[in-house]
Nanobody
């Protein structure tokens, strides 16, 4: 069964850190771009970050540049989003996704597998 399973979300105070993980089962992350997205109530889903299939291209939304870092561990078939200096506006449901042979240039429709989503709440 092909699936992506996220973990690591929760409640954190402003200025704190969280690391989201997303583990693939039924397939590997080889040859796939990996992306992290988020959606908060009343807002459209936005792409937070992407790492291309050849690891040569990294993209971050302006709102998270310098604070978030995307990475992957091929041996563990796991992708990560390290989130530092968190702000209340980072509160959202976060989703991981993969795009076979992707170069981070496509829209959401390019991503073929999606995680179930995990809540991140930044609040004092």
């Amino acid at each position: 069964q092909v699936q992506l399973v996220e973990s690591g979300g929760g409640l954190v105070q402003p200025g704190g850190s969280l690391r989201l993980s997303c583990t693939a089962s039924g397939f590997t992350l080889d040859y796939s771009a990996i992306g992290w997205f988020r959606q908060s109530p009343g807002k459209e889903r936005e792409r937070v970050s992407c790492l291309s299939s050849n690891d040569h291209i990294t993209v971050y939304a302006d709102s998270v540049k310098g604070r978030f870092t995307i990475s992957r561990d091929y041996a563990k078939s796991t992708m990560y989003l390290q989130m530092n200096s968190l702000k209340p506006e980072d509160t959202a449901v976060y989703y991981c996704a993969t795009d076979r042979w992707g170069d981070c240039s496509g829209g959401d429709s390019r991503y073929d597998y999606w995680g179930q989503g995990i809540q991140v709440t930044v609040s004092s």
